[in-house]
């Protein structure tokens, strides 16, 4: 086969599917490569849950309507710790909700969407190979599966977790250890108290989650210490379901039907990487950065990444040349670091302590009895702004006073 293109995606998940729909609809020429076979192959290793920083991302994409007609369920945070039920306040100066819907329904309606935008040729069994470089040392194609060479001004990596485009265009990532595994099913005629849709129980060192889904299936995961390995090594099922039966306002699972296999990694360490960025490369979603799953971030920033990055490149692949892409690239990488390392850090804290630092309890507290802390603490935990908001004056002053009142 072969082909000349602006850009050539390798990987048509979420972060894929996005960056190809919004250079697609730039006129850009999108070679949109994928290792799968199957147009309806999905993520499994995923709990569904879309935060809701990237509805803005969803509603620009157009699919926010059709992700709600396939029966997305809108999601509000909702947090346990010792100090009691942390509920969200309805949100005035963020995105209104998130979405949870099955990774089995998402990721073929993102493909879809992708594959229908003039200029995007969605390329199935295409396994990325090689990179290819010109005179120059510039990445400026790609060596595929079914597809032979391709050439383009940009590759894009949106090839998840284990990034081929990373290992080759020698972007490298730094594991931080994660102390906590995890291990989830799907069942039906489960009740989760406190909202349907999202629950999560931090209860230091383990931690465990129910988020309700399309369908009325509900997943329910647990993230235990690595220490209660040993407990997984059996009957997976009855392990899990063991975490959640010791829950405080556990879910009724009376009547509980698994509809899913029981899924889990016993090891996820978070993958940093100083640069996501070289020329004629560039990665988005999980190539570029991977943090421990418990707190749901991965498939909003998948879509967010992606956006950025159209937005820097879109211009300088129509009309600029091949420095300038390299510029918008820099500048991109540039943006993540900037909207992502502050989140970053924090998660990586979280992942290695088996309890709250003082700060986090001085906040769990707070925001348990104070709405306007509790406001404020969401804001970050839904992603939509930096872990910083957490540690202003006034947010200190109400949280510590919220605490004392009830001592
Ligand atoms: C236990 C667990 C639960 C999670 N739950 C959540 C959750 O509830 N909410 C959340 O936000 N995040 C969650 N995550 C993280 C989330 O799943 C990822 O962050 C998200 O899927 C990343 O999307 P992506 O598009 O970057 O990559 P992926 O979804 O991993 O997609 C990568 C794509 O690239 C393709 N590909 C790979 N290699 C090649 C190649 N060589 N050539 C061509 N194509 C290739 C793959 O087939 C795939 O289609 C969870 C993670 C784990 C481990």
């Known amino acids: 086969m072969g082909g000349e293109y602006d850009v050539a995606i390798v990987g048509s998940s979420l972060a894929g599917c996005t960056a190809a729909i919004l250079l697609g609809r730039r006129g850009l020429r999108v070679a949109l490569l994928e290792a799968n076979r199957n147009p309806a192959a999905y993520k499994r290793m995923c709990t569904h849950y879309i935060q809701s920083s990237a509805l803005p991302t969803l509603q620009r994409l157009g699919l926010d309507s ?230 749901g971030a991965g498939c909003g920033w998948a879509l967010q990444t992606a956006e950025w990055l159209g937005d820097a490149v879109a211009k300088p692949l129509v009309t600029g040349t091949d420095r300038e892409i390299d510029a918008a690239a820099r500048r991109y990488q540039r943006r993540h670091r900037m909207r992502l390392w502050p989140h970053q850090f924090f998660a990586i804290d979280f992942s290695q302590r088996p309890r709250f630092n003082p700060l986090a309890r001085l906040l769990f507290a707070g925001a348990a009895r104070d709405p306007w802390v509790a406001d404020r603490f969401f804001a970050y935990g839904t992603r939509n702004r930096s872990p910083f908001v957490m540690f202003s004056p006034r947010m200190l002053a109400r949280a510590a006073r919220a605490r004392r009142a009830v001592r």
Not at 165 to 180: C, F, K, M, Q, T
Not at 225 to 237: A, C, I, Q, T, V
Request: negative net charge; contains cysteine.
């Open 66 to 295: 059709e992700l709600e007609a396939a029966g997305a369920v809108r999601n509000h945070g909702n947090a346990w710790s010792r100090y009691g039920w942390v509920e969200e306040p309805e949100p005035r100066d963020r995105p209104s909700h998130g979405y949870n819907l099955q990774r089995e329904i998402l990721d073929p309606l993102m493909r879809r969407a992708a594959a229908q935008v003039p200029g995007v040729d969605l390329m199935l069994g295409a396994k990325l190979r090689e990179l290819t470089r010109g005179p120059d040392g510039r990445v400026d194609g790609v060596v595929a599966d079914r597809v032979g060479r391709l050439s383009c001004r940009l590759v894009v990596g949106a090839d998840g977790r284990s990034s081929k485009v990373a290992r080759l265009a020698d972007l490298p990532g730094r594991e931080s250890r994660n102390d906590r595994f995890a291990y989830f099913a799907s069942y039906r005629n489960v009740t989760i108290p406190h909202g349907q849709s999202v629950q999560l129980w931090l209860l230091e060192p383990d931690a465990a989650y129910a988020f309700g889904n399309d369908a009325g299936v509900t997943v329910l995961t647990a993230v235990p210490d690595k220490s209660r390995l040993p407990e997984f090594d059996g009957d997976k099922e009855a392990a899990l379901l063991r975490v959640f039966e010791d829950l405080p306002d556990a879910p009724d699972l009376t009547d509980a039907e698994r509809v899913s296999d029981v899924v889990g990694t016993r090891d996820y360490p978070s993958i940093t990487r100083r640069r996501i960025a070289a020329p004629g490369v560039v990665l988005v979603g999980d190539a570029a950065l991977v943090l421990d799953p418990v707190w």
